[in-house]
């Protein structure tokens, strides 16, 4: 593709040679660049991309894009000064595969919890109403039936362009995709058209990278302030910044909720830990999903669907059909009668969420135990947050390592434990390794009670030290269940 059709639509402050040259691929990995690439330099936080101009040109690069021109320019390469190479570089990946995320319907769900869940679901439920699409989530990448690893919240803006060019050739036409709050500050989402933004709450996380709540809000909220006027902004009126996500968007606004008034009002009638009948819209369905957290992902689902001009009706019924998402309350009974719940719930709010859930359907006569850690090297301030939440809400509460990462699993430990009310001190323990800890857990429990290991949900791995060890907790209960009960 020629330069100049990769120029489309971004303001360009000055350009130094031809703007007809050929362009092969696009990189702003310096060491990644191939002959006839197109280099962008960005300025990160650790390292300078205009740092590594000089070494791309001698790998092959013929042309850069850059914020800054370099003291010495070579006549033979392109440079393309811009205000903002990162902003620039989603223009030109939408350029460079044809513009895909104009050419089908892209929904974006962004929030604290319940992103992965209901871009998932959203998948599922077109999928049941007969739709090949593509989905970009923290778990995985899909495209129809086909599998891609996923490796970040939210891809590189190259990925993502490249995935959906893929889906539009494979003739989807829904994209459903997870943006987090790292994506949307590192500018990963710019330059896609969205059809339909949800957002579903927030509450404490991400503190290590966004430094304060309000930065972390204003970098929700810049998802919405920066949609077009031809999309549509769903957001959730219960949360105390629903409407503020919505105060400068240009979108259509809708809402859901179960508490307020809404576009789109929910309620549970019954809930168990086999599923649940709801009332949506004035319309009853039974679902095999469970949880209070779960009425409100499914609403967002419902309301999303309805307004990209589905049938209520059909909707429901598609909803009706849904298999919960892996390592989201994943539920299962051991042959002894324990009751066994494996979440991904990593943050106060999402603990506090699958606590009160499991503790509205228990009757009170069985323990709730619960194993949790918080992932090292991330926000210290919800450490104590959670065991104050942890030994509050359970029978007991077993504290343990999550993804320890760089730091010392004890000392994370301590933090955690700092929270636990004077009242709660018997109510829980710390165990550092996390299969001893669930093994303990499994070995206090007794018919009819149930465990719930949170924190790592879907993950196959705990992290330590740099190193990734296998480490399924689904597959550990099971494994210690069986050694055990022999």
Known sequence: MQLIELLNRIPVLEIHGENTREVSELVFDSRKVTENSLYIAMRGTVVDGHSFIAPSIEKGAKAIVCEEFPENLDENITYVKVKDSSKALGHLASNFYGNPSEKLKLIGVTGTNGKTSVSTLLFDVFKNLGYDSALLSTVEIRIGEKIIPATHTTPDVITINKILAQAVEEGCEFAFMEVSSHGISQNRIEGLHFKVAGFTNLTHDHLDYHKTFDEYLKTKKRFFDELQDTAIAITNVDDKNGMVMLQNTKATKKSYALKTMADF??????????GMLLNFNGKEFWTTLTGKFNVYNLLLVFG?????????????????????????FETFKSDGGIFFIVD???????????????????????????????????????????GNIASKKSTLAIITSDNPRTEDPTAIIKEIEAGVEPQNFSKYTSIPDRREAIKMAIKFSEPKDIVLVAGKGHETYQEINGVRHHFDDKEVIIELWKLMSK
């Not at 059909?314 to 989201?328: D, F, H, T, Y």
């Not at 943050?347 to 918080?374: H, M, Q, W």
């Open 265 to 274: 009002h929910g309620k549970s009638l019954e809930i168990d830990f086999n």
């Open 304 to 328: 999303i669907a309805s307004e990209l001009g589905f049938e209520q009706d059909e909707i429901l019924q598609a909803i009706s059909k849904l298999k919960r998402v892996s390592g989201r």
């Open 344 to 386: 991904y719930a990593h943050t106060p709010d999402a603990l506090e969420n699958i606590l009160d859930s499991i503790n509205d359907i228990r009757t009170k006569n069985e323990r709730l135990i619960t194993v949790f850690g918080c992932g090292g090297d991330r926000d210290h301030s919800k450490r104590p947050e959670m």
